[in-house]
């Protein structure tokens, strides 16, 4: 794709109510742009990165055995009374012309329960995982954090329905598995820990997926022996030791932000739908639920953290919006930027060709740098002469001259 | 896939607070769900529909130019105010906890304008298409027709940005031959019209793409010798002759369902707003707008509408949920139904094979009927016997007894 035909620009100075790194980068490299607090737009660069996030997601929910669908925004408000759910302080409520009073899914319990329950009668309907990539609206009242807290954002939610316990967890334990794979494939795997929280009314833990940056808004404490960690909300309830290998936790606490989490529903939401199922015995028997989410966007904004210097974001090949951003720097050097283009085009490999004339090659440098794509190639009146190309990674800061079958051999 | 593995299963029986065809068949076929009026889930059938419907589109829309984006629903109230349409009785009115007046978006003219805004400058900016496929809220006082009239309803709305006159009306022009090519992609075209109507107050006609099915809402009068309608809303202004040729109209009317529209918004929104650029000889100038809609779930319903007879939906290839429905009618025949399904994998021809064993002949045949995928394949003792297939195409009376070799070639 050409540079000059995307309309965003990349701004130089940092927005000034953005106080977090990935707001800043992600607005300033025209990924997102707000329309107010807690609320996004995702232009041309931000959507393809999103996209890619989603099918990593979609990919391994599938794999696992996810069914997807697609549920709406709006629900009506008998669903939450069913629940007792009506009075939470996130919902936007708001009503239609004739007076029927709905709101906005925060979640969506109260939708795929009654919806399951049309299809599921006997045993043999179990288990199901159900899931969507959906828009979440959440009434914060401190929104916050860039794409970290919105009001509206988008979310991956999986539901999954058993015939007993025993079964919920193997499917619970796999979830662990496949969410695990999810954060490592989108680049954030080792900053990344699986993290006791609260449970809420019906567990006594919830599990959280907890990414470790300073612009996070938890704080957790890292077990000294094994890969979990413990969320500060429970650390008393945990009396400061694992609740998994009953090592102590670190005393030093970790700035994280919750990109994934998984709550074992048992039937709390079955009960107030009674969904139920007939057991090989005939019984009626009350359906065990388990939910599981992933914060896309909030995932992109915590990518883009981890990921980044003070240049800019540096995007990780499996979720950059291209792979390879070429730079020529002189008007003899765009149409060998243009044979370079078409080369890795053979290959499938997307690029982003900046071909604006009217901008220096220490502007162009510095828009890289801050759009952060993977592969740096600098075509340059030197680099003709010594018939090669430039190329640099985001994340290293050595450049080498090397021919463009060199350049691609990287992608075999 | 295999059939018995979807959660869905189909009904029996009609809804019967549903009376058009596509309402019925969608929700017996498993392929939406009712959560209120005018407000449906899309399962997993009727999602890899619209997949491959947003696909058509976004392909299209794509080669024109468009660049696509993803902007919020919830909108801040200041937007209305500024056009002067915050009292429109289709928006969705609710507040944040701050007491921050927000609205849902039926459209998005009061966000994309001052989005582009920001990066238009100069006449270099312009012209400029952007896009996006996104969920809209409409407070209709009743909603109807199963998908075709909705509370929630997925849009592709595009806003093109031009310096004059003459390059919008290139562009507009340009987007009807896309939109002719989606409809036809889709398998309307030939069922689908380009229709004069009401332009609002900013232009004397707008243009409509009516899809003539009795279950439409509007009534429009063909031309008698052009390709053209006009809605019944306009017919009087153009005093019965057609806007374009200038022959009379049909006075036969017929029934039909807006499936696109494309505005001419002229200085409308930029206007409001202030958008302007500077042209070569550094005067400010007002940005000329036009937007252009299409309903993609209300394109799903037209086509089921359209396909449709007394036994269910005839989904056209191009947006079938799969494209091969195998029917094993014994369990001798299931192995070799696996083998039939391997080969057209390898094609990578979208298979869904009814492994269910619980299920009749005669429940198979009528299933595969009311689901709509173009090809049936039946594997039985009788067709092993003959070393063949079963093949009837959804749209056909006549069944033939082919091998697989011969089957596979009417995918070259």
Redesign the interface.
């Given at each position: 794709m050409l540079q000059s035909?995307?309309?965003?620009?990349t701004l130089r100075d940092s927005p000034k109510d953005e106080t977090s790194k990935n707001a800043q980068y992600l607005i300033r490299g025209g990924f997102v742009?707000k329309?107010?607090a807690g609320?996004?737009?995702?232009?041309?660069l931000g959507?393809r990165v999103?996209k890619r996030i989603e099918n990593i997601i979609r990919e391994e929910i599938n794999a696992a055995g996810g069914?997807?669908?697609?549920?709406?925004?709006?629900?009506?408000i008998e669903n939450y009374t069913t629940t007792g759910r009506e009075a939470i302080?996130v919902l936007?409520?708001?009503e239609?012309?004739?007076g029927?009073r709905?709101v906005?899914g925060q979640s969506h319990e109260e939708?795929i329960v009654p919806?399951?329950k049309?299809?599921?009668e006997s045993y043999r309907?179990l288990p199901?995982a159900?899931y969507q990539i959906q828009?979440k609206?959440r009434?914060?009242?401190r929104p916050k954090s860039g794409i970290f807290r919105g009001?509206?954002f988008l979310m991956k939610d999986l539901y999954s329905f058993h015939a007993d316990e025993d079964d919920f967890d193997r499917y619970y334990k796999t979830i662990q598995q496949v969410y695990k794979k999810i954060f490592d494939r989108a680049g954030i795997g080792s900053a990344t820990v699986r993290t006791f929280a609260s449970g809420g009314t019906f567990s006594k833990y919830s599990l959280e997926f907890q990414t470790i940056t300073d612009a996070g808004e938890d704080t957790i404490f890292l077990c000294e022996r094994c890969s979990v960690a413990v969320n500060d909300e429970v650390k008393d309830d945990c009396k400061n030791t694992c609740p998994e290998c009953k090592k102590p936790l670190s005393h030093e606490p970790k700035k994280s932000i919750e990109v994934g989490n998984i709550f074992p529903l048992k039937t709390r939401f079955s009960d107030a739908f009674n969904l139920s199922y007939k057991d090989p015995d005939g019984k009626q028997k009350p359906v065990i639920m388990g939910c599981y989410g992933i914060g896309v966007t909030r995932l992109m904004g915590a990518i883009a953290e981890v990921h980044s210097d003070e240049h800019g974001i540096i995007w990780p090949e499996s979720v950059a919006p291209f792979l390879v951003h070429i730079l020529p720097l002189s008007k003899a050097a765009i149409p060998e930027a243009k044979r370079v283009e078409l080369s890795l085009a053979e290959k499938s490999i997307p690029v982003l060709l900046d071909d604006r004339e009217d901008k220096s090659a220490g502007e162009k440098f510095s828009d890289a740098d801050l759009i952060g794509i993977p592969w740096r190639v600098v075509i340059s009146d030197n680099t003709i002469k010594k018939e090669g190309i430039e190329v640099k990674k985001r994340s290293e800061r050595e450049a080498k001259i090397m021919s463009v079958e060199e350049f691609l051999d990287q992608f075999l």
């Open positions: 035909k995307i309309f965003t620009k742009d329309l107010m609320v996004y737009s995702y232009l041309p959507l999103l069914q997807e669908i697609f549920m709406p925004a709006i629900h009506p302080d936007f409520h708001t239609t012309q004739t029927h709905i906005l939708v919806l399951v049309k299809f599921i309907d199901l159900v828009t609206f009434n914060e009242l009001r509206e």
